[in-house]
């Protein structure tokens, strides 16, 4: 049987060929659509008339050539020109064409602007985004370190912007709380701690709740938080999950006393398995299994006793786990959907860690402020990706003060019915 096999030459040819095509389509359509757009608006605008009857709002000619950089690569464009003669009788102001697809004065598409902040996150300096970029575009248009340099000091501002948002018409049912450490260097201060709050709408949909610096995660610094975000009309939570090593219990207990406590079992477990000879871990790890996966709470309560028994000889490892028990077993209380998303705060850690690889990578001295907006925009980039909890409609059940037993709801309330 014959085959034809292509050169390699002639493979590389065609992907380097397929690039061009992919280019200069964009180029043409980009064109069409800069020309539709201003037909669109002359068509809108034809009876405009001036005194003697000439029309105000007619073409003039095309603007300067400029590239532009896109996904698709370095484009060339040359937009068309509107005269707009009329004026605004209320500000007395010339009315203007603004294109909606191609803004004055824009270098890059949106996208890659969206693209270069997540790459510095990831570890790219200012000074390779050149070398790193401008084969794949095709230009060095738009990439220089000082135009990433302007887009990184505007994520501190959008950062504060966000904590001043208000609260009060939204409500978080559910609520994940962490502190994340950061070793990069500060000078004379401390290395970071960011408190990171992340919430469950009754819709069931999961969402940046709060992003602030902390001091080691004291309870003064999780309670000014928490202070601020109730000034700003922010709900009390139904269940707040966390590890046990957090200031925000107290802080909680103060702010927010009626919200119950969830501790996380993935720290839990570390920690009893840390208080245990390395013979016995792989036992202790399955029976704590035995506790975080039982089918309802009393299997769950019958099995962390069961633990306390066959692990009595060594009571620091029993007293870590059984001195947090109504904390370790609230989400039994809790639809069983919802189990998975409760009994741990891991999504807080797994989302920060390119952040720890890019403070681990870089050299010099950084600021809190930088450290700060860093992680906020690394939330905002994830979490559009953040799925939704199971069962999402019984989340609103949850905070209506629906009673649960063994996962599945037994009681309803006058509040529930009226919903």
């Known amino acids: 049987m014959l085959r034809v096999v292509a050169e390699e030459g002639g493979r590389q040819e065609f992907a380097l060929a397929l690039d061009e095509i992919c280019r200069r389509g964009a180029e043409r359509m980009l064109a069409v659509a800069l020309e539709a757009e ?9 009876e405009a008339r001036d005194d003697r009857g000439h029309a105000l709002v007619v073409r003039n000619g095309s603007a300067r050539e400029r590239t532009v950089v896109a996904g698709a690569g370095a ?13 605004d009788p209320a500000t007395g102001e010339r009315s203007r064409f603004r294109s909606s697809i191609l803004p004055p004065y824009a270098r890059r598409s949106s996208k890659v602007a969206e693209v270069l902040p997540l790459l510095y ?22 990439l220089s370190a000082p135009a990433i340099t302007r887009l990184t000091a505007s994520w501190t501002a959008e950062r504060e912007a966000f904590m001043g948002r208000d609260l009060s018409g939204v409500d978080y ?16 201060d401390d290395r970071l701690c960011v408190l990171v709050m992340v919430g469950v709408r009754t819709d069931g949909t999961k969402e940046l709740v709060a992003i602030a610096d902390g001091y080691r995660e004291s309870t003064e610094s999780w309670a000014e938080l928490l202070r601020d975000c109730r000034r700003r009309g922010m709900r009390a939570p139904v269940l707040a999950v966390g590890d046990g090593a957090l200031g925000f219990w107290a802080a909680a207990r103060d702010v927010f006393p009626e919200t119950r406590w969830q501790r996380d079992w993935v720290h839990k477990a570390a920690n009893v398995a840390d208080a245990l000879p390395s013979s016995v871990q792989a036992a202790a790890k399955r029976a704590l299994r035995e506790i975080s996966d039982a089918e309802d709470k009393r299997h769950a309560e019958q099995a962390l006793d069961a633990f306390a028994r066959d692990f009595a000889k060594w009571p620091k490892a029993v007293a870590k786990l059984t001195k947090d028990r109504d904390a370790l077993l609230a989400f039994y209380d809790y639809p069983a959907e919802h189990w998975i998303h409760l009994r741990t705060s891991n999504p807080i850690e797994s989302t920060f860690s390119p952040v720890r690889a890019r403070t681990n990578i870089t050299k010099g001295a950084g600021s809190r402020q930088a450290g700060l907006a860093m992680c906020f925009k ?24 629906a009673k649960f037993a063994n996962g599945r709801l037994v009681e309803r309330t006058d509040q529930e019915d009226a919903a």
């Open 38 to 46: 201003v037909d669109a608006y002359l068509e809108r605008h034809r």
């Open 75 to 87: 484009i060339e464009v040359t937009a068309p020109r509107v005269n707009d003669r009329r004026v």
């Open 121 to 142: 996150l990831h570890g790219l300096s200012t000074k390779d985004f050149v070398p790193a970029l401008a084969e794949f575009f095709g230009t060095t248009a738009g």
């Open 173 to 188: 049912v559910y609520c994940w709380v962490d502190g994340v450490h950061f070793t990069v260097r500060l000078g004379e």
């Open 378 to 401: 690394l939330i905002e980039a994830a979490e559009g990706r953040w799925r939704r909890v199971n069962a999402p409609e019984l989340v609103a059940l949850v905070r209506a003060g």
